[in-house]
């Protein structure tokens, strides 16, 4: 979004006049941020074989899976129903990547019937995999990644450890003999890393714990670093830049190919990264009060539709688009659900009155698509721009 002549503005519309159109709450996906984001991930690993799959459980919106089909992107779904909206968006099945897990092995099977790849993260599925369809169908392996890393941050380590994903580096025997046993078809391995994840070097280390086990998988020929790849979501932001990240795998990719002659196929999954910087979340405030010693701001929308900040404490800038001018005041901006709802604590905007109009930043990922109807509240409209 832009401030220009004195009025804020996102994808060169006037964002007030978006409101009065559309109503409140409404989230306002800005297209050119998503090319602009898409444009810079694949620019960065230009000079890799690579592809992209967007974790379309980030957002998927029609328009938006439009826009990225037509950027060339795959997708990453983790539902039946994620991959049978890609289908209807128009994106062929081998652009489809599903990667269920705890789900009936019935989805699996649908969606080997649609012709989606698969990504099989437990030896339960593997198993049943073999045994159904042998070699003709064949699937990536999701690795646990079981990382102790030396250098990194103690939560960057526990999340490798404590991560529920993938098949336990120890049971990589058990998971060969299955391999073995039916003759499957391993194509790629896959490790997805969190978002809290930082430091580059980190997605150097993980390529090469999978580099290790491709050599010993004849068919291998993809190595997917799944997502995780976060975007800044305020200016100081630490987050991973991409030509580092790239220059981290360079190395060990080379050295694997030359060791092996097999020339591997980087893929990502990164959904943040491409979609959350176009989104914004419109809010009217309705309401302001003075209530044990907080001056709170009451608005129309809550964490049934975005529930980030309530779920992990996620920082999101917001912006008083009615009064751009305003002196400062620090005010607390809560949703109207009748719990502790707070979007933003003790942020200094300026002069908030009824009626102003609030853009939440950064809500192009996880927001809609994690919205609920709780307190029966319909879901809010979208637009994108
Ligand atoms: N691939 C796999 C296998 C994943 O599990 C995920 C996300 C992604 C890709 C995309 O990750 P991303 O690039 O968007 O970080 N609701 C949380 C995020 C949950 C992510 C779960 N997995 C949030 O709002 O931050």
Sequence with gaps: ?????GRWQIGGLDMAELAEQHGTPLYVYDSSIIERQVTRFQNAFSSFDHRIFYAMKANSN????ALMKKLDVGLDAVSIHEVRIGLEAGFSADNIIFTPNGVPFDELE??????ARLNIENLSYLEKLGEAYRSDVPCTLRVHPGLVL?????????WYQRSRFGIDRKQLEEARRIIDLHGIRVEGLHIHSSSIILDEAVFGTVAEVLLDLARDLPDVRILDLGGGVRPPYQPDDDHPDLDALASCLQEPLEHFEQQTG??????????????AESGVLLTRVNVLKEVGGRSVAGVDTGFHQLIRPKLYDAWHEVRNISNPDGPKQVIDICGCLCEEDDLARQRSLPEVREGH???????????????STYNSRPLPAEVMV
């Design 110 to 115: 649908q969606a080997i019937e649609l012709g």
């Design 62 to 65: 029609q328009d938006l899976l």
């Design 150 to 158: 030396p250098n990194a941050s103690r939560d960057a380590t526990g």
């Design 1 to 5: 979004m832009q401030y220009q002549d």
């Design 357 to 371: 109009l609030l853009a939440i930043l950064n809500a192009g990922a996880y927001g809609y698509s994690m919205a």
């Design 262 to 275: 097999r020339k591997l196929q980087l893929w990502f999954e990164p959904g943040r990264y491409l979609v």
